[in-house]
Structures are given as C-alpha cells and as structure tokens.
C-alpha cells in the first residue's frame, strides 16, 4: 500500500449525484468551473497589494471561558423518540455524550430527568478537558414507552454523587447462559469458538444499570474473535462480535476465504460459505437477545456544536428529496462483513467525493439534521469501514503498532526497516489506501453511541495514518510530523483531522491518546519552524500559504492548491476549537492568504479568480512570486476579470463554498479579514441561500458558520 499521490490536472468537470448527495468535483477539476452571472455582485474595499505579511487583521480572540458548572445546574436535553411503525415499550439505551469544558466539573456527576420525574441514570466517564471537567461519557437510562412518532425530553443536570447500585458482573453475565459462537471451516481445519470462553473480559461500561464486557479468543493463527457484549438490569443483552485478521508481522497474513457460521443462544443469525476476509481488516455483526423498537437520541443542536467536539455548521435546510435518495443508495450498497457500502474503495480517484471533507459528507448531514436514516446510514457505514486494510495490530497488546515500538515502519511495499514479515501489499483486497483521501468515518458514530467497536476503529486509522509515512522525508530532530512538505496539503490536513479526532475522544489513560498526542505535539512544532518561521519571509504579500508535495523551486513549476490551503486552515480550526492551542499560531498566519486573495481590488488580484485551483508560486528563472498583482498576471495573464466567480459558486461542496468555510473558521476568532473574505464570497455566490437546491441542502460539508459558538444562543429549559 503506498502512499498515492494525484496531482494530475484535469480539464473535465465532474460531478455526480454521489451516494445520493449532489458533490461537486473537489480533487482534479478545471480551474474554470462555472460562471454564472450574479446580479449586483460587489467587492468590498480592501488592503493594498502590499499586503501584511501573515500578521492577522486584528487581535485573536479566543473564546471566554464560562465559569464551572454548579451542582444541580441544568446542562441540555436530549429528545427520546420513537422512529418504529409501532407503539415501543420501556427499555434501556446507551448513548455517548460530549460536554463543554466546565460543563460537569470534575468530582461532579449527572442526573436525569424525563416528565418532571427523576430517572436513574449511569455515567461511565472516558475522556475530560484539561481543567478535569468531563468531555465524553457514555449515558445509560430507561426510556419510556412511546407511542409512534411520540417523544419525550430527558433534561441533564450536574449532581456531586454517582448513581449507587450493585454493578453489575460477569458472573451476573454467565449466570444468564448467554452465548455467541462463531463456528465454521479454514483452510480445511474445523474452527468453533464461544464468548462464554472469553479470555481476560476487562469492563468498558460498568454500573448498576449497564455494565459491557470485551474479551477476545484466537480462532486459529490469523482470526482473532472480539465480544463486545453489554448486559442491561433487565437482562436484555447487546453484542459487537467482531473477527479480525490484521495482526502485525504474522508470516502467511492473506486476504482469506472462508465458512462462517455465527449463532447466538443457538440460532444461526449469519451464515456464508465462502466468506471473504480481507487482509488487514475486521468486520462486525451486532446481536440483540430479543427484537427492540427503533428508538433515536437526537441531540439539541445548540448545546452540540457550543461543546467544541463537532465544527460550527450552519442549521441549512432540509432536502427530503436527497436524504431519501441518499438512504436508498445506502441500503441499495453492499453492506455484508467485509463490504464497503458507499465507502471509495480506490480512494486516490479524483473527482466528487461524498466521503472527503472536514467529516464525510453524511456525517455532515447527520449532524445538521440528526434525521434517524441518516443515523442509520453513518452508523452502518463506518460498521463497513472496517473492511478497510489499514488495520496493523500487535499480538501482544491487541492495540495498534505505534512508531515508540517500531521507530521506523512503513506499511508500504518499499519499507526498509522495522518492516511486517512479509512484505505489506493490499493488492488482493479490492482496496487502494492513501492519506490525501482518507475519509472520517468514525469519529461521530463513536461520540454518539460509546461503543468501543468505534473506537478501536479511530485508533486504529489514526496509527495507520501515521504508519502510512516514511520516516525518512516526515521527519524534523529525530521528531515524526507528516506536515513536512512531502505530502499533499490535503493529505497534511485529513492526516491532522484523523488523529486530532482520536486523540480528543480517546479515554483519559489510554496509550495510544498519549502516543498520538505526541505526534500532533511534534506537527505543530515543526510545521511552525517550516512554515511560520522559514517560510513568511519567501512568500512576501502572500505570506500564509501552505507548501507541499509538487512545490518545488528547482523544476521551476511550483503550485499551490488554495482549495487544498483552505482544508488545511479549516483542520488548524477544528483543532484549536477543541483545545490544541498551539494551532493558533497557524490560524493568525494563514488568515493572510486565505482572506486576502477575495479581498484585493480586482485591478490587483480579481475575486472572481480567488477560489483558484492551483497557483504557480515561481516564475520561470525560480525566483518565487511574493505580490498579489504579481500572482495574478502570472496565472490569469492580462485576461478581464471573469464575471462570475470561478470554483463552482453555485455548489456546496465546491471551491468557493471551502474557501467560505476556511474564512469562517478564522472569523470565529474575530479576524476582521476573514469576516470580510467571507462576505465577499457570498456577494459573488450561491452555494449558501437556502433556495439553492444544489448549495449546502445537498451537500453540508462545508457550511461552517462564521458565528463564534459562544455567541450561539441555547434553548431555554423545556417544561417537561
């Protein structure tokens, strides 16, 4: 598997309904795109080509910090509703939850109300903020019957104690005679196993009202069973039971064909002769001990985008004409163990992509609307991601291999030390991984549900991301940072999200947070010595751009992807917005070029042009370009001003609309610049009005609001 990179230029302009949602091409289009004739389209007043050097419009402002929560305050509420074609009865469910710094303080607790009336409710605490106060827990409780189509409130308050109870054993477990076999033929060799035979169950959840068990037995040399099984105070029973086959330096690992047969309490639920298995990869079945009413937690949106864990998205309008063709597309894919569902599976091919963006393009569906199929879809298609070869697991562990056990391993066929036992190659899994591609698959499935299956799957693409990089070109003072310059920005930009996300939910005590934490430590030093402290100087007026992979002086065509730039700042703002501070020097820096290119008068640089797809940065004799006027005449020669802008203004997903949200992350800090770049855009755009059937109703990726979260205003507390 080697790290792809696709910075072949295209002239065909593609785009396609993707997976039932309208993406535009964002990877290799014309630089032209369409041009449509905006009525009354102005430019704002603005700096002169001399430019500011990458010092920010005006003072960075971080975001107040509200005083701690005291006990017995309300926090939110989440709606219990029931999404089934018939009346649900009471039962238990279990949901993660994400909190604002000082939102429950440390030592302190939840309590739970639904009607008025106190309910018992479990917190299992896995992640706090650096004050102590809880960033994510797993809640359970009781809902209660519903009638279709009927909902009711559970309102959260803090609370100094824990919910007391007998929790709830593996002996009570046991004493159930609850079991999950996995049966079938390898090799020719008869294999049967049984979660009752589980070795070393460690708890994930444990209370009076829900307590899980993980454990795992080896099904012969390359197949590993996981039972993540979860007892409720009812007795009624969920289970994960995964099978995987990625262990690292095991000679003979294959993409494997097998029978498979897997029972619960003696009834066969799944069944396949000639189960495919890819190598590197796991899938996953979730079991029930009896049939459940479909019943959705739906978050109040306020409260999720003010907790920092997600991007502030615009609340757009909702489409049921394209979450009903996304839905039927989903359950359309193939979605068996070891299927991708809609998931790319060649993931360096250019063109639309609903799986690339800050988070994959359901995702930001779902965190819109929180519509119950389009749950139901993430859910199921990060379940796929499994499927995926990026999987690298150490026996020992049973984690992923990290660079502090192998300094120097390259999940590449070219490795050169520190290398699997066989050589690494995905050739026979229908799959092709890169890093300028890598979808977010799990993140948001795990922040709602809690279920360690997620978890493991973040983990596991955040060490594989790593993994994926050469040490000899990302490396700076003996320190690994993949934002070296030798990789795409885009793939600097998804590398950062993808271990920012695990990094931030991961369980406090965790190795591999403190192991990925590190690393993105070790990015932001670097990068800062590359790029702020090297590089300002070179780029002059223009100063705040990123360098990467195909930027090179010496072959005189040097080029820079401001849609790939603009990826960049909206990750730097994702990352700040969730307490890495140090992306704040990159924010302050990169407001310059990001914001300035829309804010030029159009005899210096035209707005119009400003979306860009690549820029040469280097004339011919190497000398680099350092002013916006020089910039412009180099590239777009002394052609008028197009009338329209350029990078797909009337689609959501396309240049313009990521140059919006970048500019709309460093709004939020009260860059003046940004503000005005973004006002810019939506005077020579469409993407955005809410009449815009192809805009963010289509594709909500990139419709992250301006608007500071501390200025959204939260629902006051509901009656009942």
Not at 101 to 109: H, L, N
Not at 288 to 297: H, N
Request: proline share 6%; net charge neutral; with cysteine.
């Amino acid at each position: 598997m080697k790290i792809r990179f696709s910075n072949r230029l295209s002239s065909t302009f593609l785009f396609f309904l993707g997976a039932g949602i309208l993406i535009p091409c964002f990877q290799n289009c014309s630089a032209s795109g369409f041009k449509t004739a905006l009525e009354n389209a102005t430019d704002l007043p603005s700096s002169s080509d001399s430019g500011s050097g990458g010092a920010p419009s005006s003072t960075f402002t971080p975001p107040p910090v509200p005083p701690p929560s005291k006990v017995g305050q309300y926090l939110t509420y989440l709606t219990i509703k029931n999404v089934d074609t018939t009346p649900s009865a009471e039962q238990y469910m279990t949901v993660g939850q994400v909190f604002a710094p000082g939102e429950v303080p440390a030592g302190q607790f939840l309590a739970a109300k639904i009607g008025g009336v106190d309910v018992p409710l479990q917190l299992d605490k896995k992640a706090t903020h650096a004050d102590g106060s809880l960033r994510h827990g797993i809640l359970t409780f009781k809902a209660p019957a519903l009638a279709v189509g009927a909902e009711k409130n559970l309102k959260l308050y803090t609370t100094a104690t824990a919910l007391s109870g007998t929790v709830l054993s593996f002996q009570n477990l046991i004493s159930t005679n609850y079991e999950v076999t996995i049966s079938g033929v390898f090799q020719g060799v008869n294999f049967s196993v049984s979660s009752k035979s589980m070795l070393n169950p460690q708890n994930w959840l444990a209370g009076p009202l829900a307590t899980e068990f993980n454990g795992s037995l080896p099904i012969n040399q390359f197949l590993e069973a996981y039972f993540d099984i979860r007892l409720y105070q009812d007795g009624f029973i969920k289970s994960d039971v995964i099978v995987a086959n990625d262990w690292a330096d095991k000679k003979g690992v294959a993409t494997f064909t097998y029978d498979v047969t897997l029972r619960q309490n003696g009834q066969v639920v799944y069944t396949k002769a000639g189960q495919k298995h890819n190598r590197f990869a796991d899938w996953k079945k979730t079991l029930y001990s009896q049939a459940r009413s479909k019943v959705q937690v739906v978050r109040e949106p306020i409260h999720l985008r003010k907790s920092k864990a997600i991007l502030n998205y615009d609340l757009v309008p909702k489409s049921e004409s394209v979450i009903a063709s996304f839905y039927k597309n989903f359950l359309d894919s193939p979605r068996g163990p070891n299927e991708g569902s809609i998931i790319t599976r060649y993931m360096p091919q250019t063109g639309g992509r609903s799986d690339i963006g800050p988070e994959a393009a359901w995702t930001a569906f779902y965190l819109v609307h929180q519509d119950p199929r389009l749950e139901e879809a993430m859910l199921g298609i990060a379940d796929a991601g499994g499927s995926i070869p990026w999987h690298y697991r150490n026996p020992m562990t049973k984690r992923p291999v990290t660079r502090d056990e192998k300094p120097q391993v390259w999940l590449d066929d070219r490795c050169f030390a520190d290398c699997p036992v066989d050589t690494w190659t995905t050739s026979d899994t229908e799959w092709v991984v890169d890093t300028a591609h890598q979808p977010s698959l799990f993140y948001v499935p795990y922040m709602i549900t809690g279920d360690r299956y997620y978890l493991d799957q973040l983990q596991m693409q955040a060490a594989e991301t790593i993994n994926m990089y050469n040490t000899t070109y990302f490396n700076l003072n003996g320190k690994f940072y993949f934002n070296s310059g030798h990789d795409q920005t885009r793939g600097a930009a998804w590398s950062m999200r993808t271990l920012v996300n695990a990094a931030y939910l991961s369980p406090d005590g965790d190795p591999i947070k403190t192991y990925i934490n590190k690393i993105i430590d070790n990015d932001f030093e670097n990068a800062k010595t590359r790029l702020i402290v090297n590089e300002t100087a070179n780029q002059g007026d223009l100063a705040g751009y990123m360098t990467g992979y195909g930027f090179d002086s010496s072959a005189n065509d040097g080029t820079v992807g401001p849609w790939q730039d603009d990826f960049m700042t909206i990750i730097y703002g994702y990352a700040y917005q969730r307490g890495y501070t140090k992306a704040k020097d990159f924010l302050e820096w990169k407001e310059n070029f990001t914001a300035g290119r829309f804010l030029q008068p159009d005899s210096v640089f035209c707005v119009n042009s400003a979306p860009g797809y690549y820029f040469k940065m280097f004339y011919a004799n190497g000398d680099r370009i350092k002013t916006w006027k020089e910039l412009y005449t180099f590239n777009f020669g002394s052609a008028a001003c197009p009338a329209a802008m350029e990078g797909y203004p009337s689609w959501g997903g396309g240049y313009a609309a990521g140059a919006y949200a970048a500019n709309g992350v460093l709004a939020q800090y009260g860059l003046v610049r940004a503000q005005q770049a973004v006002t810019a855009i939506k005077a020579h755009s469409t993407f955005w009005q809410p009449t815009n059937a192809f805009g963010f109703i289509s594709n909500p990726t990139m419709a992250i609001s301006a608007t500071p979260t501390q200025s959204l205003v939260s629902p006051a507390e509901p009656a009942q």
